[in-house]
T-cell receptor, first 112, second 115 residues
Framework: DAKTTQPNSMESNEEEPVHLPCNHSTISGTDYIHWYRQLPSQGPEYVIHGLTSNVNNRMASLAIAEDRKSSTLILHRATLRDAAVYYCILRDGTQGAQKLVFGQGTRLTINP | NAGVMQNPRHLVRRRGQEARLRCSPVKGHSHVYWYRQLPEEGLKFMVYLQKENIIDESGMPKERFSAEFPKEGPSILRIQQVVRGDSAAYFC?????????????FGPGTRLTVL
């Protein structure tokens, strides 16, 4: 599995946008970029995924660099409930159903 | 619309006892994954099962650990002769089909404490 690099921690204020970066310089052409998050004392939950184009859903937006070597998860208006560890994960699109390989993730703190 | 269910939520065992962790996937999902999260560490994959078959067990310790996903009933992760190092949160996830982009839905986890 290709490796991803994320900052260990980030801090933001409530109701402000948050940009969570992820570097994946060794990404292959068939790797999808997935984001999951884990709230305190809970199991991980899916946030968003994309391949080449930017993606939006009700939770967040995913901005993917043109060379696909990095991506940014955008929370448009952070709430206290968004405090969690965010994981950027690559999944090979040619391999079918497969395990998720979690790195250390970014611990996001939201200040009221 | 029930999500992934795991039970028990908390399990306490003494060294040498057996631990059985159960996972009921989302209705209609036939793929189950088990992950372990040791204290203050990240999530690590253990095993991936489809109905009655183990597909990938590359993350399972070679001894004492086993998993099954029978045709009927929940998936079971079994740990024999538990040791203190087995204390962790064990998460189960399920997905619907074989696509690599298919979302994995996680349960709330079972927190195992070995005394």
């Amino acid at each position: 599995d290709a490796k991803t690099t994320q900052p260990n921690s980030m801090e933001s204020n409530e109701e402000e946008p948050v940009h969570l970066p992820c570097n994946h310089s060794t990404i292959s052409g068939t790797d999808y970029i997935h984001w999951y998050r884990q709230l305190p004392s809970q199991g991980p939950e899916y946030v968003i995924h994309g391949l080449t184009s930017n993606v939006n859903n009700r939770m967040a937006s995913l901005a993917i660099a043109e060379d696909r070597k990095s991506s940014t998860l955008i929370l448009h208006r952070a709430t206290l409930r968004d405090a969690a560890v965010y994981y950027c994960i690559l999944r090979d699109g040619t391999q079918g159903a497969q395990k998720l390989v979690f790195g250390q993730g970014t611990r996001l703190t939201i200040n009221p | 619309n029930a999500g992934v269910m795991q039970n028990p939520r908390h399990l306490v065992r003494r060294r040498g006892q057996e631990a059985r962790l159960r996972c009921s996937p989302v209705k209609g999902h036939s793929h189950v994954y088990w992950y372990r999260q040791l204290p203050e560490e990240g999530l690590k994959f253990m095993v991936y099962l489809q109905k009655e078959n183990i597909i990938d067990e590359s993350g399972m310790p070679k001894e004492r650990f086993s998993a099954e996903f029978p045709k009927e009933g929940p998936s079971i992760l079994r740990i024999q002769q538990v040791v203190r190092g087995d204390s962790a949160a064990y998460f189960c996830a399920s997905s619907r089909d074989r696509a690599s982009t298919d979302t994995q839905y996680f349960g709330p986890g079972t927190r195992l404490t070995v005394l």
